[in-house]
């Protein structure tokens, strides 16, 4: 299209625009707009988005979460038979034999890794690397279910 028939164009949807009358808004719009905005209001802080709570209940939210983690594996290392442990490896085996060429990249590249993190020779390193890669995975669980919880269909929200 040329410049001048998008100008005339733009020129005549104005004027048929201007010449449509403004609606007027329903008498009860404002006031139903009004209690929604008080009904969400009114509502506990745990009906909220997490952003929203206060500070000290998300900084008790990520230690329970933190915990319930640690003690989710701690039960597992505990309860697991150490039978089925022992039989894990060739099972294993058995299942990544179609992708054992990954498997072999993925192992060089880690080999060096960990030449590269012996290399370091900080223990407190790696453990700061460990923690945040635990809060990392604990903060996609978290936002997981933030957004079950704030964004799930066919709850009430009152």
């Known amino acids: 299209m040329s410049l001048e028939y998008e100008k005339r164009l733009e020129e005549r949807i104005h004027r048929e625009l201007a010449r449509v009358p403004e609606r007027e808004a329903p008498a009860n719009l404002t ?3 009004m209690a929604a905005i ?3 209001e009114a509502r506990p802080w745990w009906r909220r988005p997490i952003p929203e709570w206060p500070r000290f209940n998300r900084f008790a939210f ?3 979460m933190a ?3 640690v003690c989710a594996v701690g039960a597992l290392v505990q309860v ?3 039978e089925m442990i022992q039989e894990l490896p060739a ?3 058995a299942a990544v034999a179609p992708v054992r060429p990954v498997f072999s990249v993925a192992e060089t590249l ?3 890794g960990a030449l590269l993190l012996k290399s370091v020779s900080n223990p407190w390193l790696i453990a700061v690397c460990v923690v945040l890669f635990l809060a990392y995975l604990s903060f996609i669980g978290m936002g997981m279910a933030w ?3 704030t964004f799930q269909k066919g709850l009430s929200r009152a």
């Open 31 to 33: 006031a139903s707009v």
């Open 80 to 82: 697991w038979p150490h």
């Open 110 to 112: 880690g080999r060096a």
């Open 67 to 69: 915990a319930i983690i």
């Open 147 to 149: 957004y079950r919880v």
């Open 91 to 93: 099972q294993a085996a």
């Open 38 to 40: 008080k009904t969400r």
């Open 62 to 64: 990520v230690g329970t």
